[in-house]
């Protein structure tokens, strides 16, 4: 279990790093194919670097979809709650519970859905147009993702029956932040600060 508890962060943290590189070495060979070297020039406009894009748009389509699974772990994801929260308590948890488990069976039914469609789409020669890459392969990010957000939503239930409290996320606090001797007391000032 603890391999999953920070699953979403390791998946996310690749997905952005890669999406960086590639970008990165896009437009490095973009300028430095207009530099008239001769040997070099022509070398770099033999290569096709046109699948980078592309490549980039599926990451963060996947970063969406384990990103959303993220949020609804630590607390931030989408929720409108203020009702809910003047309701009576016995009756705030009934209204909390069926919402996880409704959340929990709307994800489950776009991944088993997703997984169909995926399974449909491999058994085809469809590919991508730049990449050539099998769509299938490129789709797997519906299931995948909404069964770990499926799985995410039944995780706080669990933990919402047994404790009582949801996932709340502090918008002041950033993990791994933390500095020997810092505090928050008004003696310390940002540098050019007046008191």
């Known amino acids: 279990m603890k391999l999953l508890d920070h699953l979403e ?3 996310i943290s690749f997905l952005i790093a890669g999406a960086t590189l590639v970008i990165f070495l896009a437009v490095l060979h973009r300028y430095a194919s207009g530099v008239p070297i001769p040997y070099l020039q022509d070398w770099l406009l033999s290569m096709d670097v046109s699948w980078a ?15 959303a699974a993220y949020g609804v772990r630590s607390g931030i994801h989408v929720g409108v709650d203020v009702l809910v929260n003047r309701l009576e308590p016995k009756s705030r948890t009934i209204c909390i519970v069926l919402s996880l488990l409704a959340g929990a069976l709307f994800t489950g039914v776009v991944g088993t859905l997703g997984a169909r469609f995926v ?77």
């Open 119 to 195: 399974w449909a789409l491999s058994h085809t020669d469809s590919v991508s147009p730049d990449l050539e890459w099998p769509r299938w392969i490129i789709f797997l990010c519906v299931p995948l993702g909404s069964y770990l957000m499926c799985f995410r939503f039944l995780q706080v239930c669990y933990r919402f029956l047994r404790t009582h409290e949801l996932p709340k996320h502090d918008h002041s606090q950033v993990e791994g932040l933390e500095v020997a001797g810092f505090t928050d007391s008004p003696d310390i000032l940002a540098p050019g600060a007046r008191p």
């Open 53 to 67: 894009q592309e490549l980039c748009i599926y990451m963060f389509v996947w970063m969406a979809k384990f990103g």
């Open 9 to 11: 962060e390791w998946l």
